[in-house]
T-cell receptor
Framework: EPEVTQTPSHQVTQMGQEVILRCVPI?????FYWYRQILGQKVEFLVS????????KSEIFDDQFSVERPDGSNFTLKIRSTKLEDSAMYFC???????????FGQGTRLTVV | GDSVTQMEGPVTLSEEAFLTINCTYT??????LFWYVQYPGEGLQLLLK?????DKGSNKGFEATYRKETTSFHLEKGSVQVSDSAVYFC???????????FGTGTSLTVIP
């Protein structure tokens, strides 16, 4: 069964460093998303991506964040100058259409120390 | 704006008990509604969905009916098992825009 895969599963980084979280969406999906979940809290929308550009982003998704689809399969989230409060589980998701169900990856746990 | 309000947890039930987790939504138009489940240490898995009013989504013994008149999508299961212990998230996808709005999640623990 096709699935969304994310790497790495856990990333530890020092405050101020840049990290890149990687995702391989399901191959025939057209919409891609990043969400984050701070431990014990709700799942928060960061950004959606369609047709090689950002289609929506939340107020969390400021200049510190960027997304890219560098080739036909990968979808990345870059976080510049990480802060302690960026520590969270980051989920990538993809969907066939804009209103259809999204399939989530297993997540990358980012720990900023 | 669009939002989902979900029953606060945690919920603890004995095996074979009846489960209801309440979910209500606010949205313009006609959103699609979903329940996702997150098992310990894992990602979000789609449990069931409904795309229009009066639709009933069902999977693994869980059911939820899209009620437009009460703007609700309550999750039910007639007889829970220990393996159902997880966090359950109600979510909606509006018919405009392409993001999902999640509830705060309800933690369920089923004890033998």
């Amino acid at each position: 069964e096709p699935e969304v895969t994310q790497t790495p599963s856990h990333q530890v980084t020092q405050m101020g460093q840049e990290v890149i979280l990687r995702c391989v969406p399901i191959s025939n999906h057209l919409y891609f998303y990043w969400y984050r979940q701070i431990l014990g809290q709700k799942v928060e929308f960061l950004v959606s991506f369609y047709n090689n550009e950002i289609s929506e982003k939340s107020e969390i998704f400021d200049d510190q964040f960027s997304v890219e689809r560098p080739d036909g399969s990968n979808f990345t989230l870059k976080i510049r100058s990480t802060k302690l409060e960026d520590s969270a589980m980051y989920f990538c998701a993809s969907s066939v259409g804009g209103y259809t169900e999204a399939f989530f990856g297993q997540g990358t746990r980012l720990t900023v120390v | 704006g669009d939002s989902v309000t979900q029953m606060e947890g945690p919920v603890t039930l004995s095996e074979e008990a009846f489960l209801t987790i309440n979910c209500t939504y606010t949205a313009t138009g006609y959103p699609s509604l979903f329940w996702y489940v997150q098992y310990p240490g894992e990602g979000l898995q789609l449990l069931l969905k409904a795309t229009k009013a009066d639709d009933k989504g069902s999977n693994k013994g869980f059911e939820a009916t899209y009620r437009k008149e009460t703007t609700s999508f309550h999750l039910e299961k007639g007889s829970v098992q220990v393996s159902d212990s997880a966090v359950y998230f109600c979510a909606l996808s509006p018919n405009t825009g392409n993001q999902f709005y999640f509830g705060t999640g309800t933690s369920l623990t089923v004890i033998p």
